[in-house]
């Protein structure tokens, strides 16, 4: 009976692990039944009770709910003589704001309007402001922008007027006042940032972007119908990389779309606990055929860039993707750049392990190398390094690097790169050397 207890307690954090998940697939009813009847016969017992379970099921009960139409913070709503002191100490603040007064009636007529308005009221004089062209006042607009970052501090915007007025920054780009421009791009990214890390990953991510879809060109409208969770993450980069996103087309944020996906989708397998159980076994067959369908769309879209320079532009656009880019990091032309991009998004758990710490920079860089010079072996006996391992070790980068580089010296059939993939070996055994001589 206690190896039935085990091995339910087993089962109860498999199905707990992809219930939780965000790439939740369909699972069969009487295995999970039989695992619940199990698990009620292990906590029920009283040898079990010392039994920590504490860290292995989340706890939702401190969830904060939050509605996409209310503002980023909660403060009560001031009343216009209030609404005034608080503008006049704002424009005061700013620089040089005693030569455009016009200015303060302009904001004052906003703040003191509906602030169901704010947003449509904010776009309207941003869109003017960029329309003034050749004519513009560059004085006046840099007032303009201390003065919308000041609001963003000290007024209770709602989100909608938040978004709007990043939306229309993210716009304005020139060099001629782009100091002022960056802090106030800035400031409201960090409060979008915010509001959306706060949302519960169902019904508030879900108004959310119901709310996003309704700004029109404003607002952020997801190419894909991802999962709640998804969304979530895909919307967090999006308003870190705004200019990024004004400038993709359709086709492209669908595909950025998809790798965010498929590297949340890769992190998420390479924690299940196994796969020696039904269970187990069915995850890791659903991991693997939608984590190839995400490869597949990333890999034909680098394909698809075969006039001269989009490969270029594209390896530039990954590089600006935070932590869901892939970095080039040396100066390759455009054949070895679509290699490169290719190859990593095919084996994106390797070039995880290699981006992530700067200590395998030298290693990332040399592995460029081999990709560039040596395309087809390597993918080949990269496959067959893979086919060895078992379950969520295919997903884990960590630790996979110089295993694969041991398993390609004894594979490769070209005596070049066989002294290559040595060489790589023999830095990392000296790099480990000084480490331990540090360390003693």
């Not at 009283?46 to 503002?71: A, F, I, N, Q, W």
């Not at 308005?117 to 007032?143: A, H």
């Not at 590297?263 to 020696?276: D, H, R, T, V, W």
Request: charged share 25%.
């Amino acid at each position: 009976m206690t190896r039935l207890k085990i091995l339910g307690l087993y089962w109860y954090i498999s199905i707990h692990f992809i219930l939780q998940s965000q790439f939740f697939f369909p699972v069969c009813t009487n295995v999970s039944s039989v695992a619940e009847d199990l698990v009620k016969d292990v906590l029920s017992k009283p040898e079990v009770t010392e039994v920590d379970t504490k860290g292995l099921v989340e706890d939702h009960s401190t969830s904060r709910s939050c509605s996409p139409d209310v503002s980023t913070h909660e403060k009560p709503q001031l009343l216009p003589q209030e609404v005034r002191n608080i503008w006049d100490q704002i424009f005061q603040k700013s620089w040089g704001s005693n030569q455009f007064p016009e200015l303060y009636n302009t904001f004052l007529e906003v703040l003191l309007s509906n602030p169901e308005e704010w947003s449509d009221r904010m776009i309207y004089f941003c869109e003017t402001l960029e329309l003034e062209g050749p004519r513009r006042d560059i004085n006046k607009q840099i007032v303009i922008f201390q003065v919308l970052n000041l609001i963003g501090e000290e007024f209770d915007l709602d989100i909608k007027a938040v978004q709007a007025i990043l939306s229309q920054l993210t716009k304005m780009d020139s060099d001629l006042w782009m100091n002022d421009l960056k802090i106030a791009i800035k400031s409201y990214t960090w409060k979008m940032k915010d509001y959306i890390k706060r949302l519960s990953e169902d019904r508030e991510i879900l108004e959310f972007s119901s709310m996003e879809k309704n700004l029109g060109k404003n607002g952020l409208k997801l190419s894909g119908d991802w999962s709640p969770g998804n969304q979530k993450q895909i919307f967090l980069l999006w308003t870190s990389c705004m200019n990024l996103y004004t400038q993709a087309d359709s086709e492209r944020k669908r595909v950025i779309e998809t790798q965010v996906v498929y590297i949340n989708q890769l992190q998420e397998a390479s924690k299940f606990p196994g796969n020696k159980l039904y269970i187990g076994m069915e995850y890791m067959h659903w991991a693997h055929r939608k984590l190839k369908e995400y490869k597949e769309t990333m890999i034909d879209y680098i394909k698809s860039l075969k006039v001269e320079g989009q490969v270029n532009e594209y390896a530039s656009f990954q590089s600006n993707l935070k932590r869901y880019g892939i970095n080039i990091l040396n100066h390759w032309g455009e054949k070895e750049k679509m290699k490169l991009l290719i190859f990593w998004s095919n084996y994106m758990p390797m070039y995880l392990e290699l981006s992530k710490d700067m200590n395998m920079f030298q290693f990332q860089l040399m592995m460029e190398e081999l990709i560039t010079q040596n395309f087809e072996e390597t993918s080949l006996i990269m496959n067959q390094f893979l086919d060895q391992l078992e379950g969520s070790n295919q997903f884990k980068g960590s630790s996979s690097f110089f295993p694969f580089i041991k398993y390609f010296s004894e594979n490769t059939g070209s005596p070049k790169f066989k002294l290559k993939s040595i060489d790589i070996l023999n830095v990392f055994e000296e790099r480990t050397a000084r480490l331990l001589d540090h360390q003693l």
